[in-house]
C-alpha cells in the first residue's frame, strides 16, 4: 500500500488517486489536498516560488501579480449579499490558473486549510523567511471562530433570502470571524487577499459549500434555471467571463477535495459569559420603532467587554411583536426569510485599534445566563460583528461603480432578529435585550474601545431607513 505522503509526492497521480481517504475519486477530477497533506509534498516548494514571483512582480495591471488579484477581490467581491460563494469559487479557480502559469506546473492546485481539524494556523505561515508570512496578524488561532450551524439538519436550502440558507449561515460563521480573528489585512474586505492565509481559507470555504452539497438529505441548490443565478456576476474586464453553470458544482471546474465530508464535531465551547456591562435603552423612542437611539449624539463603544442592551417594550409594542412571531411560527421551510424586525447599528466606525482585528463580537437577542445549558447558544445568535463585516460594508458602494465611503461616515449595519426571537419563543415580552459577546483569539484582549456605534434600535421593517 502506498501511503499518503508518497502518493502525493508523485504529483497527485490521478491513478493512483483511490487510496486517499474519504473521498470517491474520480479519474478525470484533480485533488484541492488538505495543507497537512500539500506542504509535505515537492508541490508545496513549487507554491512557494509562484508566490514569491507574483509577489516579487510590481505591476498591478499584471494578472501574473499579487497585487492584481487583491484588486480583483478589492473591486468586486459580494459580502453580504447574493453569489458570495460562487463569486469566490470562480475567484480560486482563475487564482489557480494563473498560479499554474506562474509555477510552470499544470498539476499545481490550492491546498485548503481545515480548521476545523486544525484550528491553528499551519506553521509554514508563521516562517517570517517564507513568501507565506505577512506582518501585523493579530492571531493564529481561530478555534473560536467555528460552529457546526452551517451544516444542521435544518439547513437546506442554498441561497440567502430563504429561511435556512446555507450562504448566510457560513459567511456568518465560520468565514467573517476567521477573518477577524487572524486580523492584520485577512480583517479587511479591500486588501484581505494580500494575506497567503486567504487563499487556503477560501478553499476551505468552498470544500465546506462542496461538502454541505454532496451530504444531500434535503439540501438543495437552485437550479441553473433558477432567477437566483441571473444577477450581476463580475470579475472585471481583465478576467474571462464564466458561465453560472459552474457554480453549481465544483466538480463542472474539474476538481475534487480530498476530504469532501462536512464537519460533525467541535471541541465543547464554554458557554458565552454573561456581559460585563447592562445598558438600558433611552426613552427618546422614534415613531412606530420597538426600540430607541442611544441618545442624542451618545455613542455605543465597544472595547474588550461584553455588553448588553435592554430595549423596554410598550404594550403596543409586544402587540407588534407577538403578531410577528405568530406569522413566522406558520412559515414554511423554503418560504422567503422574514426580516421584520432588524436590530439596526448606524454609523458603525472602526478605531485605530479596532482596524487591526483579532477580535469580533456575537450578537444575541435576550441571551440567558445560562445559553448552551437547556438549548445552544446559536439559538439566540444573530449575527456577527468585526473589521471585516465593516470593512465589507464600506466596500459595498465600489461594487456598484461608486467610490468608497471613508471611515468617518461609518456605515449601517442590520441584523435580521425574527427568526431568532420565533425560536426562542418567549413568555414575556416586555422588554428585549441585545447583547455585544466580545470573542478573541488565542492572544490576551487588547483593552480600548474598538467599535463605535452612534445609534442602536431595534425596529420593525415598516421603520427601517434604507
Known amino acids: 500500500m502506498i501511503s ?103 498539476n499545481l492546485m490550492i491546498p485548503y486549510w481545515d480548521y476545523y481539524t486544525t484550528p491553528v ?37 442554498f441561497q440567502r433570502g430563504l429561511t435556512n440558507a446555507f450562504e448566510t449561515t457560513v459567511e456568518t460563521l465560520p468565514h467573517n470571524p476567521v477573518h477577524n480573528l487572524i486580523g492584520g489585512a485577512m480583517s479587511n474586505v479591500t486588501i484581505s487577499p494580500k494575506d497567503p492565509i486567504f487563499w487556503v481559507h ?28 441571473s444577477g450581476s456576476f463580475n470579475y472585471g474586464p481583465a478576467v ?26 467541535l471541541p465543547a465551547p464554554p458557554p458565552p459569559p454573561p456581559p460585563a456591562v447592562t445598558l438600558q435603552a433611552l ?3 422614534p415613531q412606530g420603532a420597538l426600540a430607541v437611539s442611544l441618545g442624542g449624539g451618545q455613542q455605543l463603544a465597544l472595547d474588550e467587554r461584553s455588553v448588553s442592551i435592554v430595549v423596554p417594550l410598550s404594550e403596543a409594542d409586544r402587540n407588534q411583536v407577538r403578531s410577528l412571531l405568530l406569522k413566522q411560527a406558520a412559515t414554511k421551510v423554503r418560504a422567503p426569510a422574514d426580516n421584520s424586525l ?19 463580537y456575537k450578537i444575541y437577542i435576550n441571551l440567558p445566563a445560562k445559553a448552551g445549558m437547556s438549548q445552544p447558544e446559536t439559538t439566540y445568535l444573530l449575527g456577527t460583528l468585526g473589521p471585516f463585516e465593516i470593512t465589507g460594508m464600506l466596500n459595498h458602494p465600489v461594487m456598484k461603480g461608486m467610490s468608497m465611503p471613508t471611515m468617518a461616515d461609518g456605515v449601517q449595519i442590520a441584523f435580521p432578529a425574527t427568526d ?19 470573542v478573541d483569539g488565542g492572544k490576551p484582549a487588547r483593552k480600548g474601545a474598538v467599535i463605535t456605534v452612534k445609534e ?11
Open 4 to 106: 499518503r505522503r508518497r502518493f502525493l509526492q508523485s504529483s497527485l497521480t490521478l491513478a493512483l488517486v483511490p487510496l486517499l481517504p474519504r473521498v470517491a475519486f474520480s479519474a478525470t477530477l484533480k485533488v484541492r489536498p488538505s495543507w497537512s497533506t500539500f506542504c509535505t509534498t515537492p508541490m508545496f516548494q513549487v507554491y512557494l516560488n509562484a508566490i514569491s514571483r507574483m509577489k516579487a512582480n510590481t505591476n498591478a495591471a499584471d494578472p501574473s501579480s499579487w497585487t492584481y488579484w487583491v484588486n480583483v477581490h478589492k473591486n468586486f467581491c459580494p459580502h453580504r449579499v447574493a453569489y458570495f460563494l460562487a463569486w469566490h469559487r470562480g475567484l480560486l479557480f482563475r487564482f489557480e490558473a494563473q498560479l499554474r502559469k506562474v509555477a510552470g506546473n499544470p
Open 121 to 157: 494556523m499551519p506553521i509554514e505561515f508563521t516562517d517570517t523567511t517564507s513568501p507565506l508570512y505577512i506582518v501585523n496578524r493579530q492571531s493564529t488561532d481561530v478555534t473560536n471562530a467555528l460552529s457546526l450551524d452551517p451544516f444542521a439538519g435544518t439547513v437546506v436550502n
Open 202 to 229: 477560501h478553499g476551505n470555504i468552498d470544500r465546506l459549500w462542496a461538502a454541505w452539497c454532496n451530504a444531500g438529505a434535503g439540501r438543495t441548490m437552485p437550479v441553473r434555471t433558477d432567477p437566483y443565478w
Open 240 to 265: 474571462a467571463a464564466m458561465a453560472r453553470s459552474w457554480a453549481i458544482s465544483e466538480t463542472a471546474l474539474g476538481y475534487q477535495y480530498e476530504d469532501g465530508t462536512m464537519p460533525t464535531a
Open 283 to 285: 426613552s427618546s423612542t
Open 342 to 360: 432588524r436590530v439596526v447599528l448606524d454609523s458603525v466606525r472602526l478605531t485605530e485599534l479596532g482596524k487591526q482585528g483579532g477580535y469580533f
Open 420 to 438: 431568532a426571537l420565533a425560536r426562542i419563543a418567549p413568555a414575556n415580552l416586555d422588554k428585549l435585550t441585545i447583547s455585544f459577546v466580545r
Open 456 to 466: 442602536f434600535r431595534v425596529e420593525t421593517s415598516g421603520t427601517m431607513s434604507h
